[in-house]
T-cell receptor, first 115, second 115 residues
Framework: GQNIDQPTEMTATEGAIVQINCTYQ??????LFWYQQHAGEAPTFLSY????GLEEKGRFSSFLSRSKGYSYLLLKELQMKDSASYLC????????????????FGKGTKLSVIP | SAVISQKPSRDICQRGTSLTIQCQVD?????MFWYRQQPGQSLTLIAT?????????ESGFVIDKFPISRPNLTFSTLTVSNMSPEDSSIYLC????????????FGSGTRLTVV
């Protein structure tokens, strides 16, 4: 089966740094995505890692270790608007057709940013 | 990345009835995905829809309950049939703009309440 684990909830202070971890065990791997989802809205793309290492994009960075089945999302200089759910998702081969892929999501981490 | 128009945005339906959700993409895409997000949960893949072939359903989802159409490369529908209160969820369509960094784009979602 597919297993993607991330903490259910986290709380951090405005201006601080927070790291959200994700571990995965999936049948096949073709990249890991992080999405942000505000309540009542659709997920929006944050980052994509397919090779080991750190990808930095403004206040957000994402790290991947394929050998450890591990990723984290790092949010710096937290703002109140960063309060949202953060979803870790693994892209893996789909049986829908040759060369096709699908996303499997973790349960999401609800981040609350407090003043 | 693609822009997806999904409708209806929300609906309240009587049990035993059916609702068809539509997704229109502003560019041609090979694969479209339908997800369900139950209250407080992450996204679960229902099925993958390829143009010109039958949809591929994930474990726990069947065509009789969730028939899908994919008449062309820019459009798909998902029908939730013979609804019960347990079908109350957010339903989202998604496309894979898979050039890696663009990630998967989601429609705005359909919030369904079955009474």
């Amino acid at each position: 089966g597919q297993n993607i684990d991330q903490p259910t909830e986290m709380t951090a202070t405005e201006g601080a740094i927070v790291q959200i971890n994700c571990t995965y065990q999936t049948s096949g791997f073709n990249g890991l995505f992080w999405y942000q989802q505000h309540a009542g809205e659709a997920p929006t793309f944050l980052s994509y890692n397919v090779l080991d290492g750190l990808e930095e994009k403004g206040r957000f960075s994402s790290f991947l270790s394929r050998s450890k089945g591990y990723s984290y999302l790092l949010l710096k200089e937290l703002q109140m608007k960063d309060s949202a759910s953060y979803l870790c998702a693994v892209r893996r081969p789909s049986y829908s057709g040759a060369g096709s892929y699908q996303l499997t999501f973790g349960k999401g981490t609800k981040l609350s940013v407090i003043p | 990345s693609a822009v997806i128009s999904q409708k209806p945005s929300r609906d309240i339906c009587q049990r035993g009835t059916s609702l068809t959700i539509q997704c229109q993409v502003d560019s041609q895409v090979t694969m479209m995905f339908w997800y369900r997000q139950q209250p407080g949960q992450s996204l679960t893949l229902i099925a993958t829809a390829n143009q010109g072939s039958e949809a591929t359903y994930e474990s726990g989802f069947v065509i009789d309950k969730f028939p899908i159409s994919r008449p062309n490369l820019t459009f798909s529908t998902l029908t939730v049939s013979n609804m019960s209160p347990e079908d109350s969820s957010i339903y989202l369509c998604s496309v894979d703009m898979s050039t890696g960094n663009y990630g998967y784009t989601f429609g705005s979602g359909t919030r369904l309440t079955v009474v």
